[in-house]
Nanobody, 124 residues
Framework: QVQLVESGGGLVQAGGSLRLSCTTS????????MGWFRQAPGKEREFVAG????????DYVDSVKGRFTISRDIASKTVYLQMNRLKAEDTADYFC?????????????????WGQGTRVTVSS
């Protein structure tokens, strides 16, 4: 069982920044594709960013390209989502997810492990 713990959410003004963290204790962390997803009130959960386990493929939803950056630190078994120039429409619960050697980080249904989520609220 892979446990994921997110942190870093909060309230921020539009134009501001936040960094989300997702930490796991699984020893085989480098073998997991990691994704960030979000769910806004009244909307379905959507893909935000993902990094493939081999580290050679990173993908973002178009609405966050140029503003968000996903990265990982293998030593600390942590994946980050740096969010800059936040907008009101970024307001959502953000979830970290993990999948063993998943090649397509966008495929939400292929992630068996999920964190509990962290809330991001952007005031306009």
């Amino acid at each position: 069982q892979v446990q994921l713990v997110e942190s870093g959410g909060g309230l921020v003004q539009a134009g501001g920044s936040l960094r989300l963290s997702c930490t796991t204790s699984v020893l085989t962390f480098p073998m997991y594709t990691m994704g960030w997803f979000r769910q806004a009130p009244g909307k379905e959960r959507e893909f935000v960013a993902g990094i493939v386990w081999a580290g050679d493929n990173i993908d973002y939803v178009d609405s966050v390209k140029g503003r968000f950056t996903i990265s990982r630190d293998i030593a600390s078994k942590t994946v980050y989502l740096q969010m800059n120039r936040l907008k009101a429409e970024d307001t959502a619960d953000y979830f970290c997810a993990a999948s063993w050697k998943l090649s397509n980080p966008v495929a939400q249904s292929e992630y068996p492990y999920w964190g509990q989520g962290t809330r991001v609220t952007v005031s306009s």
